[in-house]
């Protein structure tokens, strides 16, 4: 009895999609896109996958992984992805890498993109901004996501819990003595929730402490554009030295800095010390994620171990465990049904929060 498998044509997803042969193939060939419409595409893709089609290309390359990430210019990233390409190379997984510099249209795009056949999944070193629409992508191929701990988020994650991170960052500052702490910060907004969440962490640290009256949380944010994030090749640095300044202008009572990461914190650290202060005598800085810089002798900042590594290969073999070994579709999956990978934050104490404040 012969049990193979019919092999799908293009006259298959023709029919089913409504469309001529010529048509399919020039949409499964990336041909003339701008003749349909994106909810034509978007059918024709889906159809394929659901169909199993496979072409010439799709059979030599339908391990590619998507890899996504705001940028490659901070440790933080350049880190994580290589993660995720050594366990990718291990198990012989092929990835193509794509930068956001946290625009929503090049992350719509990148949704849309990630629908060709050729694609097996995406893994987001972030958050994704538009989680609704990477849900929806979801849906069709399978998607990881790196970043905060959000179990409303609907997607398969491997995170950490910024706000307990937030938490030990408060608690190390004020065992230390401090009162006067500023948040030093990029965009703050409901887009980059790790950074919302390490502020919620730092202000439930001051509220839980002992004499809480009198501690207070001054926060110095400025908003970065994607396009200011794309020509601003030391934005983060940046941000952090000016905001810094200001704070060391219109706060004289504030004794310790926390930069939203290690890169902003280097910025702090530097404008203190263009100032003519000295750290951690005068000021305390502390940083999040301990990119392999902050250990340097010539910088020494306390910050939070986040595992980089780790979860970058952590969220290529989930993604792996989603893909069917056939290589286009989804694993049987019990409907509605995420899986959380979550590392535990660990604050390394360097010299640069030493000081004692009496």
Not at 34 to 57: N, P
Not at 60 to 72: G, Q, W
Not at 186 to 201: D, F, I, K, P, Y
Not at 248 to 263: C, G, K, S
Request: aromatic share 6%.
């Amino acid at each position: 009895m012969n049990t193979r498998k019919k092999r799908v044509t293009l006259k298959d997803i023709a029919e089913a999609a409504g469309l001529s042969t010529a048509s399919v193939s020039m949409i499964l060939a990336g041909k003339s896109l701008s003749r349909f419409s994106s909810v034509t595409v978007d059918a024709v893709y889906t159809i394929a996958r659901q169909l199993g089609y496979e072409t010439k290309r799709t059979k030599r390359d339908r391990k590619v992984i998507l890899l996504v990430c705001p940028s490659v210019i901070n440790p933080y990233y350049a880190t994580i992805i290589q993660g995720m390409e050594q366990e990718a190379k291990a198990r012989g997984l092929q990835t193509l890498l794509i930068t956001t510099y946290w625009d929503t249209e090049r992350e719509r795009w990148i949704c849309d993109f990630a629908k060709d056949p050729l694609v097996a999944g995406v893994v987001f070193a972030m958050i994704p901004q538009q989680p609704e629409l990477v849900h929806e992508l979801n849906k069709l191929i399978p998607v990881v996501a790196v970043g905060d701990k959000q179990n409303e988020l609907g997607l398969d994650t491997v995170d950490v819990n910024n706000y307990n991170a937030g938490m030990l960052v408060g608690t190390h500052l004020l065992e230390k003595g401090h009162s006067q702490i500023a948040y030093i910060t990029t965009s703050l907004n409901s887009q980059h929730s790790a950074r919302v969440r390490r502020l919620e962490g730092l202000r439930a640290a001051i509220k839980q402490a002992p004499h809480h009256q009198g501690k207070q949380l001054h926060i110095f944010t400025e908003e970065i554009s994607a396009h200011t994030e794309l020509h601003t090749v030391d934005i983060e640095h940046r941000v952090g030295y000016t905001l810094a300044k200001r704070c060391l202008q219109e706060r004289p009572q504030v004794t310790a800095m926390v930069a939203i990461n290690d890169m902003v914190a280097y910025g702090v650290m530097d404008a203190i010390i263009d100032a003519g202060h000295q750290i951690p005598e005068e000021y305390s800085v502390c940083g999040f994620d301990n990119i392999y810089p902050s250990h340097f002798s010539g910088v020494g900042l306390t910050t939070v171990e986040h595992s980089i590594i780790q979860r970058g290969k952590s969220a290529i073999r989930l993604i792996e465990s989603k893909i069917d070994r056939t290589g286009l579709s989804m694993t049987e999956n019990e409907p509605g049904a995420v899986t959380r990978v979550e590392y535990q934050s660990r604050l390394i104490v360097r010299n640069s929060s030493n000081h004692i404040v009496i």
